[in-house]
């Protein structure tokens, strides 16, 4: 039996698409799963954009997901190869020299008038000659289908006779895209092909171009479901968060995103979506994955991601968060460390829930502080913990002491008639949310002299 071969083959763009991701991390899934070859093929074959740096993004963002291969080639030194097989195909018929430019086709398109858009195969004939401005062009066959056998979509035909003779050199000399993916996937015996149902219409060009190389059967294909935004559109650049490093510099952890985009068309059947990568692996089937587009949640990657750092040891927490704190907040989380990390949905947020320590209050929300200020035993309960607080010897300010301070003022002024609640107003005064971490040890944190301001200032906010 074959050992499947499986690649990913990005362009050298300056970042890695979270759709490319997926398509990555789907082939290096398989490959892991069946004991195959993981090859990176960079598709460089645009050599004016596919600098070291271009290239190094790749392998970065990679590297972070936790994706390794097995194996990497770059088109770029296979240019002899890729010329080989067009002037092959040029020497048998199968291609042609075509020296019509768009604007030329254009031209022709709109004088017929029928709406037609691509080439019409006007330089065919012509025998026209290798020069400036001249490109090649693969000579499609005029009837029959170009089909395969999709492990996702099922079965998928094009007629023959609307598939455009389509260009594989450049007028430059540099090889097109698709003769180096033909050439490629034979020559390195690749088994599968899983990437975006963005490419399926590029699919007949390769076989096509496969078969005049000589192949006699075709790798498995794997068009994996376009990834959609809350409009239910593709991701684009130009409206959504699509690169990698983007969700790494925000403090999403590697773990996470993994396991996350491992959702975004694929499932397995006891509905469990985070598991450790080793159990994904075991799991992992191509022939399971959804054709249905897949809505990339941000809110649901952020709940994944707080999954994954709740179950982070302590001390490695607050070595990650180092690159998104100043040095007063990475001291003011460390004694609540646990309660930042159990709340924490992205490292750069670990800072926020300890701002009104290291800083200034936040400034209320007026409807919270009208509901939560405005009942009529909050200036007591205001005055209580400022006096019960006072009186603490400085040995005593402890976070025990804090709680019993707060939540004994509610206890002593409760009556059968109502329940004072003491937190929430001191809450307020101290942090200016209505929510947060619980209170106790941050208030030793921030001192005797600025928990009592914080407390009079806002017993002084009552009366103004």
Not at 61 to 74: A, H, K, T, V
Not at 275 to 297: G, M, Q, S, T, V
Not at 365 to 389: I, S, T
């Amino acid at each position: 039996m074959t050992t499947p071969r499986l690649r990913f083959s990005p362009a050298p763009t300056g970042y890695l698409h979270v759709g490319s991701a997926r398509s990555a991390l789907f082939n290096w899934l398989y490959a892991r799963r069946v004991g195959g070859t993981f090859v990176l093929r960079i598709e460089d074959t645009d050599v004016d954009r596919s600098t070291p740096e271009l290239i190094g993004a790749i392998h970065d963002s990679l590297g972070w997901l936790g994706i390794d291969w097995d194996e990497e080639y770059r088109q770029s030194d296979r240019f002899d190869a890729y010329r080989a097989a067009a002037a092959d195909m040029l020497e048998r018929g199968l291609a042609y020299h075509c020296d019509c430019s768009q604007d030329d086709v254009k031209a022709r398109n709109d004088a017929r008038g029928d709406g037609s858009s691509g080439y019409d195969g006007h330089c065919r004939e012509r025998g026209v000659q290798p020069g400036d401005g001249v490109v090649v062009r693969f000579r499609t066959p005029d009837e029959g289908v170009t089909g395969w056998d999709d492990l996702i979509r099922g079965r998928v035909e094009f007629d023959n006779a609307v598939l455009e003779d389509f260009v594989i050199v450049r007028s430059t000399g540099v090889p097109m895209f698709h003769v180096a993916n033909a050439w490629d996937d034979l020559d390195m015996g690749i088994t599968h092909v899983v990437r975006g149902e963005d490419l399926v219409n590029t699919t007949p060009r390769v076989l096509l171009l496969r078969q005049a190389m000589g192949a006699t059967d075709q790798p498995m294909y794997a068009h994996l479901p376009l990834i959609v935004n809350e409009q239910r559109k593709k991701l684009s650049k130009r409206r959504d968060d699509v690169s990698v490093g983007d969700y790494r510099e925000r403090g999403f952890l590697p773990e996470a995103m993994r396991n996350y985009l491992v959702t975004l068309g694929w499932g397995d059947p006891d509905g469990q979506e985070i598991r450790p990568i080793d159990e994904i692996i075991e799991r992992f089937d191509l022939a399971a994955i959804n054709k249905a587009p897949a809505f990339f949640d941000v809110a649901k990657l952020e709940s994944f991601n707080a999954e994954y750092i709740r179950a982070l040891d302590d001390d490695v927490f607050l070595e990650l968060i180092r690159p998104y704190v100043s040095a007063e907040a990475h001291a003011a989380i460390v004694p609540v460390v646990a309660d930042v990390k159990d709340r924490c949905k992205r490292l750069d947020g670990a800072a926020e829930f300890v701002d009104w320590v290291v800083g200034p209050p936040a400034e209320p929300v007026e409807k919270d502080w009208k509901k939560h200020m405005g009942r009529a035993e909050v200036p007591e309960v205001l005055d209580a913990v400022v006096a019960d607080l006072e009186a603490l010897d400085d040995d005593a300010w402890t976070a025990e002491q804090m709680e019993a301070v707060v939540m004994g003022v509610g206890a002593r002024l409760s009556t059968e008639d109502r329940t004072v609640r003491s937190q929430m107003p001191v809450r307020l005064a101290l942090t200016g949310q209505r929510s947060g971490l619980p209170l106790w040890t941050p208030m030793v944190v921030l001192g005797r002299d600025a928990v009592l301001d914080r407390l009079r200032d806002a017993r002084a906010r009552l009366d103004a």
